[in-house]
C-alpha cells in the first residue's frame, strides 16, 4: 500500500510538471535559476540598471513596465531609453508636461513604429509620475554618417548638431569582442564603419546616462540586448566616464526550453531573461 501511494505521488508530480509551462525564466550569469524578487532587490541597490531587450518580444516590454514600478515603489528614479533620439528632448520633456499630446508627440518626435505598444506605456508612467524620462541615443542620421564614412565627418557638424552626440573624438576599441562579433556575423559587409556605427551610439547613450545621473536615484535604461550583453557596448563608455558607477545588466534571449540556461548565454548579464522563443511578437 505504501509503494502504491508512493508511485500515485510520482506520477502526479510528473503529470503536474508537464503541464506546468512558463513563458520565462530568470537565470544569474553563472546559469542558476533565480526570482523576480531577487532582480528587483539588486537593481534597487544599483546606480544604472541595463534593461537588454529584444524589441519585439512582448515579454521583455511587459516585465520593463513591471520592474520600473516595482523600482519605482522603493527608489527614485531616472528612466532613458535607445528608441528616443537625443534632439528629440525638448519635445519629449513637452510631452511630459503636458504642454502637447500624443497625436502633437508623434507629429514632432521620430518614434518608433512600435512605439505606441511597447515604448508608450513606459513614457506615460513617467509622465505621471514625474520622473525624468532621457531620450539618450544619437540621431539616427548622424549613425549613418559614421557607416558611411566614419567618424570623421561628426567633425563637421554644427555646435547645436554635436551637443546630441557623445564629446568628439569617440573613443573607440575595435577589439571589444562585441564590435569583433557584428563584423563576423556580418560576414565584412559594412567593414570597419559597421561597428563605428554602433560605438557612436552606445557612446552617445553612456554620455547622456552618466550625464543625468542623480544621487540616491536609479537610472533605468531600455536598450537592445546587444548595447549591454556581456558588459560591453554602452557599459564600456559609461565606466570610462563614471568608473564608479555600480550597474547591473539583463540580457534577453530566445531559447526552446527555458528550463536551462544554455552554455552561449552563460556570463552575457548579471541577469539572464530567458523567454521561450514562441512568444508572441508585437511585430
Known amino acids: 500500500m505504501k509503494l502504491y501511494y508512493i508511485l500515485i505521488a510520482f506520477f502526479t508530480i510528473t503529470i503536474t510538471n508537464a503541464q506546468d509551462k512558463q513563458p520565462y525564466q530568470l537565470y544569474t550569469q553563472k546559469g542558476k535559476k533565480t526570482t523576480y524578487k531577487e532582480l528587483l532587490k ?89 520622473i525624468p524620462f532621457i531620450a539618450t541615443n544619437v540621431p539616427r542620421r548622424y549613425a549613418s554618417m559614421v557607416y558611411k564614412k ?48 554602433q560605438a557612436v551610439k552606445d557612446a552617445t547613450m553612456g554620455y547622456f546616462i552618466a550625464k543625468n545621473l542623480q544621487p540616491g536615484k536609479v537610472f533605468i535604461h531600455y536598450n537592445g540586448t546587444y548595447h549591454s550583453d556581456n558588459f560591453e557596448g554602452i557599459n564600456w563608455y559609461l565606466k570610462r566616464e563614471k568608473p564608479e558607477v555600480k550597474i547591473i545588466t539583463i540580457a534577453a534571449v530566445s531559447q526552446k526550453d527555458v528550463d536551462k540556461l544554455e552554455k552561449e548565454h552563460l556570463q552575457k548579464a548579471d541577469f539572464i531573461l530567458v523567454i521561450d522563443e514562441d512568444m508572441t511578437k508585437t511585430y
Open 42 to 130: 539588486t537593481a534597487a541597490k544599483a546606480d544604472v540598471v541595463f534593461f537588454g531587450e529584444h524589441h519585439d518580444n512582448s515579454i521583455n516590454h511587459w516585465l520593463e513596465l513591471e520592474l520600473t514600478k516595482d523600482l519605482s515603489a522603493q527608489k527614485g528614479l531616472v528612466m532613458g531609453a535607445e528608441m528616443i533620439e537625443a534632439d528629440n528632448q525638448d519635445e519629449l520633456n513637452q510631452y511630459l508636461k503636458g504642454e502637447i499630446d500624443q497625436k502633437a508627440f508623434d507629429t514632432v518626435a521620430r518614434l518608433w513604429n512600435n512605439y505606441k505598444t511597447d515604448y508608450k506605456p513606459l513614457v506615460d508612467f513617467a509622465k505621471e509620475n514625474n
Open 150 to 197: 566614419g567618424f570623421g565627418e561628426l567633425d563637421a557638424l554644427t555646435d547645436e548638431e554635436k551637443s546630441w552626440i557623445a564629446p568628439l573624438p569617440i573613443a573607440y576599441d575595435a577589439t571589444l569582442p562585441g564590435y569583433v562579433k557584428m563584423l563576423e556575423m556580418m560576414g565584412g559587409h559594412g567593414g570597419d564603419n559597421l561597428p563605428k556605427a
